[in-house]
């Protein structure tokens, strides 16, 4: 089955650092990807919405300035937490499709702790 | 403003009891609908997905779809403790005019087999 891949599964940064996240589709081309956030014993959030090639689209609340995301190939989404705070811990997941009304694929998540 | 709604629980089964998982949506428009499991701490995993009415088994899942009704539903049979975890409904509808297609999550259920 299709396979995303996340990477750092766990990171510790210091306060004020960034942090890079990396998503890849190994056996698919991915046209949009999504990345989540959870906080402990809550719902996904989903943060923003990554297309290949054009700007990502952000929710409500989230901000861009903060979480940079860039969608470069078919394959590769990255979101970058810029001057991380004690706040930013959570727990990042990215997932990627493909096509129309093909599954949601889920990497692994990236568990985040600023110090 | 889509949604997706499902009963947070928990639902607790005994084990080798049916447990039975339930969703409505209120786009009638939604055109494919996706069951995921998430074990605490981990990200989720599509465990089941289904796009025409009526039922799908895999195994000691089925999924059910009542398009009429805007209500799917996830039944696992035989439950072991293992099954314990939150189960995710998302529900996949087109956005007007934009030609993407939008996935939208419900809060989940919990879901907690007892030996």
């Known amino acids: 089955g299709a396979v995303v891949s996340q990477h750092p599964s766990r990171v510790i940064c210091k306060s004020g650092t960034s942090v890079k996240i990396e998503c890849r589709s190994l056996?698919?081309?991915?046209?949009?990807m999504f990345w989540y956030r959870q906080f402990p014993k809550q719902s996904l959030m989903l943060m923003a919405t990554?297309?290949?090639?054009?700007?990502?689209?952000?929710e409500q609340g989230v901000e861009k300035d903060k979480f940079l995301i860039n969608h470069a190939s078919l394959t590769l989404s990255t979101l970058t937490v810029t001057s991380a705070h004690p706040e930013d811990s959570s727990f990042y997941i990215c997932?990627?499709?493909?096509?129309?009304?093909?599954?949601?694929?889920f990497g692994n998540g990236t568990r985040l702790t600023v110090t | 403003q889509k949604e997706v709604e499902q009963n947070s629980g928990p639902l607790s089964v005994p084990e080798g009891a049916i447990a039975s998982l339930n969703c409505t949506y209120s786009d009638r428009g939604s055109q494919s609908f996706f069951w995921y499991r998430q074990y605490s701490g981990k990200s989720p995993e599509l465990i089941m997905f289904?796009?025409?009415?009526g039922d799908k088994e895999d195994g000691r899942f089925t999924a059910q779809l009542n398009k009429a009704s805007q209500y799917v539903s996830l039944l696992i049979r035989d439950s072991q403790p293992s099954d314990s975890a939150t189960y995710l409904c998302?529900?996949?509808?087109?956005?007007?005019?934009?030609?993407?297609?939008?996935?939208?999550f419900g809060k989940g259920t919990k879901l907690s087999v007892i030996p």
């Open positions: 997932s990627a499709r493909g096509l129309g009304n093909s599954p949601l694929h």
């Open positions: 056996d698919f081309q991915a046209t949009t």
């Open positions: 289904i796009y025409s009415n």
């Open positions: 990554s297309n290949e090639g054009s700007k990502a689209t952000y």
């Open positions: 998302a529900v996949n509808s087109r956005n007007s005019g934009a030609g993407s297609y939008q996935l939208t």
